[in-house]
Structures are given as structure tokens and as C-alpha cells.
């Protein structure tokens, strides 16, 4: 056993749950809700793990302490949004503790909506309804006498449906087939979206307008499932994929590479022939849902290389 070696470790704290308050002279106040996961490593944890040796650890106790002092201290527009939130406590365990190599924070957040009474927001009630979770993960890392970071972002969670406009034909056929061809069908998926940035340097980063490009990849997300002609012609999910992580891709220059991963929740016409009732192909009106097994469609979208251009 003595003879192994450590091959990777990380250790830290992880589902410390805060909320941070902002409250405006003029009555106005906002919420941020977090669950934050924080993991230190470094060469200098290794015998923590091999000789039994503590010196050097940070408890995890701090780590969670260190979350919450942040909050507090921090101006409010260093909280209030998760990707700077990530890459301030990242940055403060690097520079604090000389012996660790790299942070890594990730935080959950599941926005509160402001509650509207008259199309008029109220300035501190909210409400939380079926809505997708955002994240983000910043890795901070020593080197040299500065700081890289490389920072990961998205959401999941946001189930969507259409009943029309998707398609799925002309696929591999053999004598392991039983599905039928289906030129129109009900589309449904639980999307999972990520995106990471170009930028490494801590600073520069934190200048991203990280909000702006959360809600315009949940717009393009939405707009290319219902609204984009691209995907009715070619309608498949890979298709639907592709035009949604391409427009991303367009519309924010900060964003390197967005991988989706979309589970195809099957909603099947429900046979009623026995009955003497149509309901298969273009008769089709009442469906059966079916969560497992069900198809579940992956990819990674970047742009070209520059000497592709």
C-alpha cells in the first residue's frame, strides 16, 4: 500500500447554502440564493492523505466560514452574480493559503422570480416555480506570480415541449428495427446547456457580462426549438442541438465552446385501433408519455479553428 502513490485530491466543503440580501436606500432589495461547493488542492495536501499529516490542511470549517465572510464583505455586485461570486472565493483561498495550487468553486443557483401585482414588480416578495437551476465552476489556479482561471457556466433542468414541428426519418434500418418512421411527433427534453469562456485572466473575466449571456442561452435555446425554420426542416434533436449551441456561439464572442445534452422524453400515440378509434401518424391526439428508456443526445459545439476561418 505504502509503495502507491497519489495520483489527484482535492478536498473541501461543499453544499454551503447561503442567501445574500441587497437592500436600496429607495426600498428596493434583491436576493441571490446559493449552494456552493469549495475544493482546495495542491502537492502540499499529498501527505494529509499518505503520512496522516494535517499541518497544512485548511479545514473544511474554514472553507465554509471563508464562503460566508466573503458574502458579507465583498460589494454587492461581487455577490450577486454566481460567475464572480465563484471566481472571488477562488481567487481569496489562492492567494490567502501560498501552499494551495488551485481552487475550485462551483455554485447552484435556482433564481427567485419578483412577484408582479399589476404588471408592477414588488421591491422584496419572490417566488420559485418549476425553473431551471444556473451554475457556474471557476478553477483558479496559481502561476507563477499571477492567476489563471478557467471558468464553466450554464443550466439545467428546463424541460420544454412542442407538439409539432419535429421529425425523426430516414435513419438506419435492419433487422433489429421495430420504430416507425415519424414525420411529425410531439418533442420533449429536459435540457442540460453549458458553455465555457475564452478568458483566463481574473480580471478580464470578471468584466463578461455573465447575466446577459445566462439569459440569452436560454433565449436561443427556446427561440431555435420553437421558432427556428432550421430545425423544422432538418427537425431531429441533433439538429435542434447544433442551431441552438451555433447561435449561442454567434451572439456572444466571451463563449469558447457550449455542449448541450438533451434526453428525448418519448410521448408515443397511444394505439386505439382495437376501439375502432385512429390515433397513430396524422390521426394522432393522445399520447403516452415515457420517461425510461429514453434517448438521450450529446455534443460538444465550438468554433473552427483560426486557421479555419
Known amino acids: 500500500m505504502e509503495n502507491s502513490i497519489i495520483k489527484s485530491q482535492a478536498y473541501g466543503k461543499d453544499r454551503v447554502r447561503i442567501v445574500r440580501v441587497v437592500r436600496h436606500a429607495d ?5 441571490a440564493d446559493y449552494s456552493v461547493c469549495v475544493l482546495l488542492s495542491g502537492a502540499a495536501f499529498e501527505s494529509s492523505y499518505t503520512k496522516g499529516d494535517n499541518k497544512l490542511v485548511v479545514a473544511t470549517d474554514s472553507q465554509k466560514n471563508t464562503v460566508y465572510y466573503l458574502a458579507k464583505t465583498l460589494a454587492a455586485d461581487r455577490v450577486m452574480v454566481p460567475e464572480v461570486f465563484a471566481s472571488e472565493v477562488a ?28 404588471d408592477k414588480a414588488h421591491p422584496h416578495s419572490f417566488y420559485r416555480e418549476g425553473k431551471e437551476t444556473r451554475w457556474t465552476e471557476a478553477f483558479v489556479t496559481r ?9 464553466n457556466s450554464g443550466f439545467y ?29 410531439v418533442l420533449s427534453t429536459k435540457v442540460l446547456c453549458q458553455w465555457t469562456f475564452v478568458e483566463d485572466k481574473l480580471e478580464a473575466l470578471q468584466q463578461t457580462p455573465f447575466d446577459k449571456i445566462y439569459a440569452g442561452a436560454k433565449r436561443n435555446t427556446l427561440d431555435a426549438l420553437a421558432n427556428d425554420p432550421r430545425a423544422w426542416v432538418h427537425a431531429s434533436v441533433q439538429t435542434t442541438l447544433y442551431i441552438m449551441a451555433d ?25 386505439l385501433s382495437k376501439f375502432g378509434l385512429k390515433n397513430l401518424q396524422a390521426n394522432a391526439e393522445v399520447y403516452m408519455p415515457i420517461a425510461d428508456p429514453s434517448g438521450y443526445i450529446t455534443a460538444t459545439v465550438s468554433r473552427p479553428p483560426k486557421g479555419r476561418l
Not at 143 to 151: D, I, S
Request: glycine share 4%; hydrophobic share 40%.
Open 247 to 271: 447561435r449561442i456561439l454567434n451572439d456572444f464572442k466571451a463563449v469558447d465552446d457550449v455542449y448541450y445534452a438533451l434526453p428525448n422524453i418519448h410521448y408515443f400515440p397511444f394505439d
Open 157 to 185: 433542468d428546463l424541460e420544454v415541449l412542442k407538439t409539432t414541428n419535429s421529425s425523426f426519418t430516414d435513419f438506419w434500418r435492419d433487422e433489429l428495427t421495430t420504430l416507425p418512421e415519424m414525420a411529425d411527433r
Open 27 to 31: 426600498g428596493w432589495q434583491e436576493i
Open 91 to 118: 481567487a481569496f483561498m489562492v492567494k490567502k493559503y501560498s501552499h494551495v495550487t488551485t481552487c475550485h468553486v462551483k455554485i447552484i443557483t435556482k433564481p427567485w422570480e419578483r412577484m408582479k401585482f399589476d
Open 143 to 151: 502561476a507563477g506570480e499571477g492567476l489563471t482561471v478557467k471558468m
